[in-house]
């Protein structure tokens, strides 16, 4: 089997790599039997060389919900052709109000190496490589801290509820 962390693979081959990412037989198992699907035809639904069987949105489903696979996230943005997607972090800590000032500060930081990075890329009217690269790390720095934030904040609200 190909190893799904070298490359995107196509969905199909991607749902089945999510199923059998560990060798282990019973993740199929567990779920055919939660859904209550023909163990054997969801099998031949997700094995990409079979004709008779296709994988359909409800095996689809089903797989993501079960493996949180990164993988099918990643040919499902491939297929899009310009999209990306990201998972927010398991906030465990509680917080005060330190804790988000300290995130709001964080969040500043890198809104500024963010600006930092353009200011110096486009100075000279070309974008190198390099400076695209430092650009996207930056933009995606952002991004990490700004969804950590949302997190926490999810997290506090959990807590009142």
Same mark, same amino acid.
């Given at each position: 089997?190909?190893?799904?962390? !070298?490359?995107?693979? %196509?969905?199909?081959?991607?749902?089945?790599?999510?199923? #059998?990412?560990?060798? !282990?037989?019973?993740? +199929?198992? #567990?779920?055919?039997? /939660?859904?209550?699907?023909?163990? &054997?035809?969801?099998?031949?639904?997700?094995? %990409?060389?079979?004709?008779?069987?296709?994988?359909?949105? #409800?095996?689809?489903?089903? =797989?993501?919900?079960? &493996?949180?696979?990164?993988?099918?996230?990643?040919?499902?943005?491939?297929?899009?052709?310009?999209?990306?997607?990201?998972?927010? %972090?398991?906030?465990?800590?509680?917080? !005060?109000?330190?804790? #988000?000032?300290? /995130?709001?500060?964080?969040?500043?930081?890198?809104?500024?190496?963010?600006?930092?990075? +353009?200011?110096?890329?486009?100075?000279?009217?070309? +974008? &190198?490589?390099?400076?695209?690269?430092?650009?996207?790390?930056? =933009?995606?720095?952002? =991004?990490?801290?700004? &969804?950590? +934030?949302?997190?926490?904040?999810?997290?506090?609200?959990?807590? =009142?509820?």
């Amino acid at each position: 089997m190909i190893n799904k962390k !070298d490359k995107v693979l %196509p969905l199909s081959m991607a749902l089945r790599a999510a199923i #059998y990412s560990d060798g !282990d037989q019973s993740l +199929i198992s #567990y779920i055919a039997e /939660k859904n209550c699907w023909n163990l &054997t035809t969801f099998r031949n639904s997700l094995c %990409p060389t079979t004709t008779t069987h296709k994988a359909n949105i #409800y095996h689809f489903e089903a =797989v993501l919900a079960e &493996t949180r696979d990164s993988g099918i996230m990643d040919s499902i943005c491939a297929i899009h052709g310009n999209a990306g997607w990201f998972e927010f %972090p398991q906030i465990k800590e509680n917080f !005060d109000h330190a804790n #988000y000032l300290s /995130k709001i500060g964080e969040l500043a930081q890198e809104q500024g190496a963010l600006a930092k990075s +353009i200011a110096i890329a486009v100075s000279d009217g070309v +974008i &190198t490589k390099l400076e695209e690269d430092e650009i996207c790390q930056e =933009v995606l720095d952002l =991004v990490r801290v700004a &969804t950590s +934030i949302l997190a926490m904040v999810k997290k506090q609200r959990e807590q =009142v509820v």
